[in-house]
Nanobody
Framework: QVQLVESGGGSVQAGGSTRLACVAS???????MAWFRQAPGQEREGVAS???????SYADSAKGRFSISQDSGKNTVYLQMNSLKPEDTATYYC?????????????????WGQGTQVTVSS
């Protein structure tokens, strides 16, 4: 059982930046850590993923603006979000899956955090 706890987010003005953090109880080699987001009335969508021991993957909406990174010593995964837009407003969830994959669908992931709200105002 992997526990995930997100932090960060809050209210940001358009064009601003914020960083989300996800502390995991463990991150095993080959495990994929990812960030998903869900806006009201919308399906949960992948934002970015990082495979422990592998590479990163981004949704088109995140490319060039968001950056996912991992601090293995702290079992923490970060999502740096720059040039934020109102359409980035959503609840952001940290997820962990047992396989090394490139982002994938929510069904691929086994463990989820409770989510953290990001609101971008224009």
């Amino acid at each position: 059982q992997v526990q995930l706890v997100e932090s960060g987010g809050g209210s940001v003005q358009a064009g601003g930046s914020t960083r989300l953090a996800c502390v995991a109880s463990e991150i095993s080699f080959g495990m994929t850590m990812a960030w998903f987001r869900q806006a009201p009335g919308q399906e949960r969508e992948g934002v970015a993923s990082i495979c422990n021991g592998g590479g990163t993957s981004y949704a088109d909406s995140a490319k060039g603006r968001f950056s996912i990174s991992q601090d293995s010593g702290k079992n923490t995964v970060y999502l740096q979000m720059n040039s934020l837009k109102p359409e980035d407003t959503a609840t952001y969830y940290c997820a962990a899956g047992p396989l090394c994959i490139a982002l994938g669908s929510p069904q691929t992931y086994t463990y989820w955090g409770q989510g953290t709200q990001v609101t971008v105002s224009s």
